[in-house]
């Protein structure tokens, strides 16, 4: 999966000029300097955050460092940077073409029975990584800390997710518009704090993370080449997971947008990637190495007491929840051009919000698994959809009007 995903996100960055480094300061002008007067593209793009900034960005980036080593955070970075321009690139068509990824990959195609296919697994996809994976990761938090049994947090999660879903598609919109933000800055704030304390170490942290990164011979000989690669393969695979690039579910939220320029929703797709993994992640993986521990329950509880078990409990509840909606939303309009049908959509939502209940307190080897599987089978055809429109992508880089 990831040769194809680095592949085609390097040839859109060269194709495009290098385009979120030569247009940096248009992406920030376009995006957030326009932040409360293109709410609609905010909206879209806070559900799109909500699905992808959930419990990996804490839970998955410390699985990272611990099977590939501080190296993995450069990689995780790389794979971050080249899957800019496949959010990008996602976006824009979705505007382009009024609709996500079963869309515009009809219009490639030129028929549906790919569409159906690529909708079929985003359904199926919802169940895992979105959804059980979130109120797992979640659920064992709160027991460890505090010992709340995990079903009673799968519970609420997906009550109040179910509350938000049967209100419909606006809903989800307004409530991802207001938790986002509000999630982000909560655990960054949290994570600011721990920095300061452990200011004199974060220089090294980097250096550690560039060593790794490029100096196999640092942990000698043959070693050092398996643990080299194992941090490249890990940190990007991690870096996919987190950010979604090249699996095409964020445009299902893009394309909700009432933006009408397909370049000013594409640079909102390329934020999305840089505030879920170069921002948010970043984070997590500095705070990991800076103060010395391996995970994060350790790391908070040992510089906040009591307060951080608080902290972090907070923080992955409120990643979990706005996972499980979005990814709610991602299920439901895939299926939506699978069919029609009104009780087939409340069938999906009454087993969705079940399969988060009982994601919280099953063990989820074989849901792994499964995710893994369709994630690579939404990403295939989606890759291909996007390299045979590449000539209007590269148009919309170039002209602001189309």
């Known amino acids: 999966m990831l040769i194809p995903v680095l592949g085609s996100g390097l040839f859109f960055t060269v194709a495009t000029g290098f385009f979120p480094i030569r247009k940096w300061r248009f992406i920030i002008k376009s995006t957030f300097g326009k932040i409360f007067k293109s709410k609609s593209a905010f909206s879209a793009t806070a559900t799109a ?32 940077f080249l899957g800019m321009m496949l959010k990008f690139s996602e ?16 219009k490639a195609f030129g028929t549906k029975w790919l569409s159906v296919f690529w909708c079929v697994c985003c359904v199926l996809c919802s169940f895992g990584g979105g959804n059980m994976m979130q109120t797992n990761s979640a659920g064992a938090v709160f027991n460890n800390s505090f010992g709340v049994s995990p079903w009673i947090i799968g519970l609420i999660i997906s009550g109040l997710a179910g509350i938000v879903i049967f209100f419909g598609a606006k809903a989800v919109k307004n409530v991802s518009s207001f938790l986002v933000p509000i999630m982000a800055v909560f655990y960054i704030i949290g994570c600011t704090v721990v920095l300061f304390i452990c200011r004199e170490t974060i220089i090294p942290a980097f250096l550690g993370i560039f060593e790794s990164a490029f100096n196999p011979l640092s942990v000698g000989g043959g070693i050092g080449g398996i643990f080299l690669s194992e941090s490249l393969r890990t940190g990007i695979a991690k870096g996919t997971f987190t950010n979604e690039a090249g699996m095409g579910s964020a445009s299902l939220a893009h394309g909700e947008s009432e933006e009408e320029n397909p370049l000013i929703q594409g640079c909102w797709g390329a934020v999305e990637v840089f505030v879920d993994t170069i921002f948010v992640c970043s984070f997590t993986a500095i705070v990991i190495l800076a103060s010395g521990f391996s995970s994060a329950p350790e790391i908070f509880r040992n510089f906040f007491g009591g307060y951080g078990d608080v902290f972090l409990c907070i923080s992955m509840f409120l990643f979990a929840l706005a996972a499980v909606i979005g990814w709610a939303f991602y299920g439901e309009k895939a299926l939506l051009y699978i069919t029609s ?21 099953l063990n989820l080897g074989f849901i792994w698994n499964f995710t893994d599987i369709f994630n690579g089978l939404m990403i295939f055809p989606n890759i291909l959809a996007l390299l045979m429109l590449a000539p209007e992508i590269i148009r919309i880089t170039k002209n602001p009007a189309r």
Request: hydrophobic letters at 60%.
């Open 49 to 80: 955050l909500g699905a992808t900034v959930g419990t990996g960005n804490i839970v998955g980036v410390a699985s990272a460092i611990a099977i590939g080593g501080p190296g993995a955070v450069f990689w995780m970075w790389v794979g971050a």
């Open 91 to 106: 976006a824009a068509l979705a505007v382009k073409y009024k609709g996500g990824t079963n869309i515009y990959m009809e």
């Open 341 to 361: 049908s009104r009780f087939l959509i409340v069938l999906y939502r009454i087993l969705f919000l079940f399969a988060a209940f009982c994601g919280s307190f």
